[in-house]
Nanobody
């Protein structure tokens, strides 16, 4: 069993900042890629940013230059620093992690339950 728990969401004014965190726990052997996705009402879930264990990051064009993804491998935690937030950033943000457990010989993609980010005046 692997669990991902997100935190840090909330209401912020346009131009403001938020920092999301996601901690993985359970029977973890290793974690490869970790990432953030988001889903707005009536929209499909979309990629925000990913970061593999090697540290080569990837960002959606819509957030590039404003968001920064990072991770702390010792804590099995991934972060998303969000600056210069816009109303169109409003969505539920989901954490993901590609995890190999101690009992499975392959990597499985796990998801958190999401945290709401609302950007509004």
């Amino acid at each position: 069993q692997v669990q991902l728990v997100e935190s840090g969401g909330g209401l912020v004014q346009p131009g403001g900042s938020l920092r999301l965190s996601c901690a993985a726990s359970g029977t973890i052997f290793s974690i490869n890629v970790m990432g953030w996705y988001r889903q707005a009402p009536g929209k499909q879930r979309e990629l925000v940013a990913t970061i593999p264990s090697g540290g080569s990051t990837n960002y959606a064009d819509s957030v590039k230059g404003r968001f920064t993804i990072s991770r702390d491998n010792a804590k099995n935690t991934v972060y998303l620093q969000m600056n210069s937030l816009k109303p169109e950033d409003t969505a539920i943000y989901y954490c993901s992690a590609q995890v190999q457990t101690t009992y499975r010989p392959f990597e499985f993609l796990y998801w958190g339950q999401g945290t709401q980010v609302t950007v509004s005046s």
